[in-house]
């Protein structure tokens, strides 16, 4: 018996990988990968054969056998394929893959290696079978924008602890980083025309215990990210086919912005930064000029940092009712209002907020971007071009795509991962509360409701991940991890195409690559 294990062909890892590819042909036999030599296409830019590069260390390093000519795996550039699409043939001779350019090139590698054993994203030798069976796959996505986004505000994260989300982002196919820097909790980009933005805004006085709104820890709390390192994060997600789109959200969650310099608010403070959560009513003042002159600076140094086609600029949350409006009261948003012949009534605010998102918007257009605004701003008459990201459930963005604006579906009620994964409460990690369980996720269809015709203008998909409880690493990824994964079956596979069967039959193999990642997940 131990003569006929140690004689055992070496068997492949069943082909579990997330997202699944759109088309999947398995053969017989397979291609041992152990001491295969890697080539990559002179005609392939220099990330594309840094990416293959990356996928060479890795498999030496899990296998612990450098390339010594034990078959060839070909990396080859085909124009005639999508910007995303790629293909790989797997025979006993050896793998030939196919894509037009990086992120093709990114995401064959990151199927052949779920195709491994898990180790392959340890970084060290394993004993395993290592073996891809051969098989026939043609892959491309749905979506052209698969988002996550990252609330850096209420909750800090190092530079490494970024570069680990954008890690897993990577491993399951994902494009869009959404990267949430500035809030009323704190201000988290160096902007150097505005120094007292880190200096004052990027620190709390201390942060609310648990739920208790009326209780501060007394632990001074913050931190922010040098335009070094924010471009240092820019490049390390490009290396890895994903764009960084930063958040400025405006007017309103402006609190830290007033603390650090209180003239761009209608009293003229004074402020502080926030140390609870919620929506505060303070906001930036619509009829101060500086107001314009102070965003435009910002923005002006977040676009030198960031190549992004999209800018987003929040527009959420404007207004706390309860606590009144400063722009009532306000003479210079009187005056604007009068200017803009804006008659008085329940819309006026509304009809200023468009005023005020609109001359952002053309700002940025006139450098060359587009924006990106919460599902609030369909509120006004908002200027063409603009895209939506629907939060409040799906309504925003059906809205904006049959008015003929792009939208980015992001629904809380299927892609907020703050939310309680159990109604067992008491077991679970603090949460904002809701109830977002890893099936429901899987189950959601960004068409649904979406009249005929209207479809085009939803050009993707994103989960969201506020930190208002969230303070550490690992919680972090309990709250990321599955349900990223389900995520990236939405935003990759066709409609229909998808199968909870299949896909809950892989997180196993998801798991040990987890493990292996050094990822915290919840089972």
């Given at each position: 018996?131990?003569?006929?294990?140690?004689?055992?062909?070496?068997?492949?890892?069943?082909?579990?990988?997330?997202?699944?590819?759109?088309?999947?042909?398995?053969?017989?036999?397979?291609?041992?990968?152990?001491?295969?030599?890697?080539?990559?296409?002179?005609?392939?830019?220099?990330?594309?054969?840094?990416?293959?590069?990356?996928?060479a260390d890795a498999l030496a390093a899990a296998t612990g056998v450098k390339p010594s000519g034990k078959g060839l795996i070909t990396f080859e550039k085909d124009d005639e394929m999508a910007p995303e699409e790629y293909s790989i043939t797997i025979d006993p001779d050896g793998v030939a893959v196919f894509a037009a350019g990086l992120n093709g090139v990114i995401y064959a590698c990151e199927t052949l290696k779920q195709m491994l054993p898990a180790a392959i994203y340890?970084?060290?030798?394993?004993?395993?079978?290592?073996?891809?069976?051969?098989?026939?796959?043609?892959?491309?996505?749905?979506?052209?924008?698969?988002?996550?986004?990252?609330?850096?505000?209420?909750?800090?994260?190092?530079?490494?602890?970024?570069k680990k989300y954008l890690d897993v982002m990577a491993a399951y196919k994902l494009n869009r980083f959404h990267w949430h820097l500035t809030e009323d909790q704190g201000w988290r980009a160096e902007i150097k025309a505005y120094p007292r933005l880190t200096e004052v805004g990027a620190w709390r006085n201390g942060t609310m215990i648990g739920k208790d709104w009326s209780s501060n820890d007394g632990i001074r709390y913050g931190g922010f990210y040098t335009q070094e390192e924010m471009k240092e994060v820019v490049e390390y997600a490009?290396?890895?086919?994903?764009t960084v789109i930063p958040e400025v959200d405006l007017p309103g969650h402006m609190v830290a912005a007033l603390a650090s310099y209180p003239e761009l608010g209608c009293t003229g403070g004074p402020y502080e930064v926030w140390t609870k959560w919620?929506?505060?009513?303070?906001?930036?003042?619509?009829?101060?000029?500086?107001?314009?002159?102070?965003?435009?600076?910002?923005?002006?140094?977040?676009?030198?940092?960031?190549?992004?086609?999209?800018?987003?600029?929040?527009?959420?949350?404007?207004?706390?009712?309860?606590?009144?409006?400063?722009?009532?009261?306000c003479p210079k948003c009187a005056a604007k209002m009068r200017e803009l012949r804006i008659k008085k009534g329940p819309e006026a605010k509304h009809q200023l907020q468009t005023y005020v998102m609109n001359r952002?918007?053309?700002?940025?257009?006139?450098?060359?971007?587009?924006?990106?605004?919460?599902?609030?701003?369909l509120q006004g008459d908002l200027a063409e071009g603009t895209t939506i990201m629907s939060w409040r459930g799906v309504d925003g963005g059906i809205a904006a795509a049959e008015r003929g604006?792009?939208?980015?579906?992001?629904?809380?009620?299927?892609?907020?991962?703050?939310?309680?994964?159990?109604?067992?409460?008491?077991?679970?990690?603090?949460?904002?509360?809701g109830y977002l369980p890893l099936e429901k996720v899987y189950s959601y269809e960004p068409f649904d409701g979406i009249k005929s015709g209207a479809e085009n203008h939803i050009i993707g998909v994103q989960a969201n991940l506020w930190t208002?409880?969230?303070?550490?690493?690992?919680?972090?990824?309990?709250?990321?991890?599955?349900?990223?994964?389900?995520?990236?079956?939405?935003?990759?596979?066709?409609?229909?195409?998808?199968?909870?069967?299949?896909?809950?039959?892989?997180?196993?193999?998801?798991?040990?690559?987890?493990?292996?990642?050094?990822?915290?997940?919840?089972?």
């Open positions: 018996m131990l003569a006929a294990v140690a004689c055992a062909k070496p068997q492949p890892q069943e082909f579990h990988v997330i997202p699944m590819p759109e088309s999947v042909t398995l053969l017989d036999g397979v291609f041992p990968v152990a001491g295969a030599d890697i080539e990559c296409a002179e005609e392939f830019d220099a990330l594309s054969a840094k990416a293959v590069a990356r996928f340890g970084g060290k030798p394993a004993k395993a079978d290592w073996v891809l069976p051969c098989c026939n796959i043609v892959d491309r996505p749905r979506f052209g924008y698969r988002g996550m986004h990252l609330d850096a505000c209420r909750h800090f994260w190092t530079i490494d602890e970024t490009a290396e890895r086919g994903i919620g929506v505060s009513s303070q906001i930036l003042c619509a009829g101060n000029e500086k107001v314009y002159t102070f965003l435009e600076g910002v923005l002006s140094e977040i676009m030198d940092i960031f190549p992004s086609e999209y800018i987003h600029i929040g527009g959420d949350e404007c207004f706390n009712e309860d606590e009144g409006i400063p722009w009532d009261h952002v918007q053309k700002f940025l257009t006139e450098h060359g971007r587009m924006v990106i605004g919460w599902d609030e701003i604006h792009d939208a980015v579906m992001t629904p809380n009620s299927f892609l907020y991962f703050d939310y309680y994964q159990s109604k067992d409460q008491d077991n679970e990690p603090l949460a904002i509360g208002e409880y969230i303070a550490t690493p690992e919680h972090l990824e309990y709250m990321l991890l599955p349900r990223m994964c389900a995520l990236s079956e939405v935003q990759w596979c066709k409609a229909g195409s998808k199968d909870w069967d299949r896909f809950s039959a892989s997180l196993g193999h998801t798991f040990e690559i987890l493990d292996a990642m050094g990822m915290n997940y919840r089972q």
